[in-house]
């Protein structure tokens, strides 16, 4: 029984995003995790959303697995926040029992709003999973994804650590996020390894659905992620978006079908 102790995550999570259909009067809410993280010592998970409510918080639960159940290893509250888009990168550490090489966690996150002297559930909750890296995560970088100007279709936003020649969407995915017509990007992802090149793709779901390349500021040379800069801000445009030349791969779970 571990029920004492804290994680953290390293590894790599598709996004998962939930939105309330409401009426256009009623407040609205959306809320995502970009990525998550979990070493052996430690864990991030970034989340990327918005909300109507004028005070809002995060409430992050952490579960591991015992005997076919899950049961909750630590559970965190971020500090209040305002009405509008939102992203944050919620760091959890632990000292006195660490979790295991290999082993699946489960990461819950819930948003929450002010209401009288308390904090009320909005919705539904999302949530993934991540196995535990190594010990320390040594060499693992952040990478802050932001667009000058607003998406033209609601679509997917996927972050890989680029290989090969083709001009397509193809790498080892770290990170997925959710993007609505109309809106701006601003997400955090997390658990990366330094000083490899990155590209950021989006999926339109609407018009020309070809993925397109957002290319970061100093296209057309690769973007590296760096450790000696905590932030790594990637800077892009739809505008910009660079189509690809070569069919996406099979299987690829973001292409329109």
């Not at 995003?17 to 998550?36: D, E, N, R």
């Not at 579960?63 to 971020?78: A, I, P, S």
């Not at 890296?133 to 679509?155: E, F, H, Q, W, Y």
């Not at 932030?231 to 299987?251: C, D, I, M, Q, W």
Request: proline share 6%; hydrophobic share 40%; net charge positive.
């Amino acid at each position: 029984m571990r029920a004492a102790r804290l994680i953290i995550m390293a590894g790599i999570v598709a996004g998962l995003f939930s939105v309330l259909p409401v009426s256009a009067a009623a407040p609205s809410w959306s809320i995502g995790i970009s990525s998550v993280a979990a070493c052996k010592d430690s864990l991030t998970v970034a989340v990327a959303g918005s909300s109507t409510y004028s005070k809002n918080r995060l409430d992050v639960g952490v579960y591991y697995l015992e005997q076919g159940q899950w049961k909750l290893l630590r559970q965190v509250f971020t500090p209040q926040f305002d009405a509008g888009p939102f992203s944050l990168a919620v760091p959890l550490q632990y000292s006195d029992n660490a979790a295991t090489a290999g082993e699946t966690l489960r990461v819950d996150v819930q948003l929450q709003r002010s209401s009288g002297n308390t904090y009320v559930d909005v919705g539904s909750y999302a949530t993934a999973n991540v196995v535990v890296a190594d010990r320390d995560c040594i060499g693992k970088c952040n990478l802050t994804v932001s667009s000058g100007d607003k998406a033209p279709a609601s679509g997917t936003i996927t972050v890989r650590t680029h290989f090969g020649s083709l001009f397509r969407p193809e790498g080892r995915l770290y990170g997925v996020a959710p993007v609505s017509a109309g809106q701006m990007v601003h997400t955090t992802f997390v658990g990366l390894p330094c000083n490899w090149a990155a590209r950021v793709w989006y999926y339109p779901r609407a018009g020309d659905k070809t993925p397109k390349l957002l290319p970061a500021q100093y296209w057309p040379n690769e973007f590296q992620v760096n450790a000696l800069d905590i932030s790594n801000p990637y800077t892009t445009a739809f505008a910009r978006g660079l189509k690809a030349t070569h069919p996406v791969e099979a299987g690829d779970p973001y292409a329109a079908k």
